[in-house]
Nanobody, 122 residues
Framework: QVQLVESGGGLVQAGGSLRLSCAAS????????MGWFRQAPGKEREFVAR????????YAADSVKGRFTISRDSGKNTAYLQMNSLKPEDTAVYYC???????????????WGQGTQVTVSS
């Protein structure tokens, strides 16, 4: 079992920054890829970024490349999503998730956090 607890969501002006955190726990948590997904009202859940369990490999969706950075602190079992240059279209519920395998497909992720709202105003 892996439990994920998110924090850091909120309201920010366009062009601003926000940092999301995902605290993970579980006996095998260090062996999972950690990913961030988001879902805006009326839209399907989409991939944002992922990081390998050892932090050596990262990947971000085209929509956020150059603006968002995923990182991982293994000592604290915490994944982060640093979001810069935020745009109104980034407004969504953001979820962290854990997968045994490298993937950008939400179906590969077994464990999910509760989600945290990110709202970017113009």
């Amino acid at each position: 079992q892996v439990q994920l607890v998110e924090s850091g969501g909120g309201l920010v002006q366009a062009g601003g920054s926000l940092r999301l955190s995902c605290a993970a726990s579980g006996r095998t948590v260090n062996r999972y890829y950690m990913g961030w997904f988001r879902q805006a009202p009326g839209k399907e859940r989409e991939f944002v970024a992922r990081i390998s369990w050892n932090g050596g490999s990262t990947y971000a969706a085209d929509s956020v490349k150059g603006r968002f950075t995923i990182s991982r602190d293994s000592g604290k079992n915490t994944a982060y999503l640093q979001m810069n240059s935020l745009k109104p279209e980034d407004t969504a519920v953001y979820y962290c998730a854990a997968s045994p395998f490298e993937s950008s497909d939400s179906s590969a992720y077994i464990y999910w956090g509760q989600g945290t709202q990110v709202t970017v105003s113009s």
